[in-house]
């Protein structure tokens, strides 16, 4: 049985995430969308939030399942039994980082395997730090974020005004 780790911050979850999760599920037997605890960072939506919306937002696939992990990614791999690391490439800019944390991750386990997917064209400008600055300035995110992702930032918003 194929099974995939997809990591990331999530914060919030995209449709280019989503563009990703639906590809890889074609693919995989199991995706596992892993929402990474990082308390280095501050974030707008807490972790079970996180794990809540994605969960929401695939809920239409039978074979994701949605995680929290804090650490490192290559101990969760292990932990989950995953097979592969999975990471969007959305733009060459995406793509020193992106060949860093996978050799990186591959130096402190060989056996950490990393597969990069391609979202659509109209997914590969989507980023999450864009849709929350857009959201804070008043503009129109709602079609770059799967619907339930839409009602918590809307939630968040009207909580601030
Ligand atoms: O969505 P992001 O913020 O680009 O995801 C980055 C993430 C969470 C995949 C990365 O920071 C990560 O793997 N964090 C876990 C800690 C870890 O293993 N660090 C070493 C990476 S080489």
Redesign the pocket.
């Known amino acids: 049985m194929n099974k995939v780790l997809y ?5 919030p979850f995209t449709n280019g995430h989503l563009d990703l999760v639906n590809r890889a599920a074609g693919i995989f037997d199991t995706v596992i969308v ?1 929402v ?1 605890v ?1 308390p280095g ?1 501050n974030p707008l939506f807490s972790i079970g939030d996180r794990v809540e919306m994605i969960r929401k937002s695939c809920g239409h696939l039978g074979n994701v399942e949605v995680v929290s ?8 791999l292990e932990r989950y039994k995953a097979h592969a ?1 999975l ?1 969007g490439l959305r733009a060459f800019s995406d793509f020193e ?1 992106e060949l ?3 050799l ?2 591959r130096s ?1 386990r060989s056996a950490c395997e990393t597969i990069f997917m391609m979202p659509t064209p109209e997914n590969s400008f989507v980023s ?1 730090s864009m849709v929350k600055e857009i959201a804070h300035l008043g503009g129109d995110f709602a079609q770059y974020v799967p619907a339930p992702v839409k009602e918590a930032i809307e939630q968040v918003i009207e909580g601030e005004l």
């Open positions: 990591p990331g911050s999530f914060d892993a990474a990082n960072k992990f804090h650490g490192l990614l290559v101990d969760a690391v990471r980082y860093q944390m996978a990186m991750n402190m999450s």
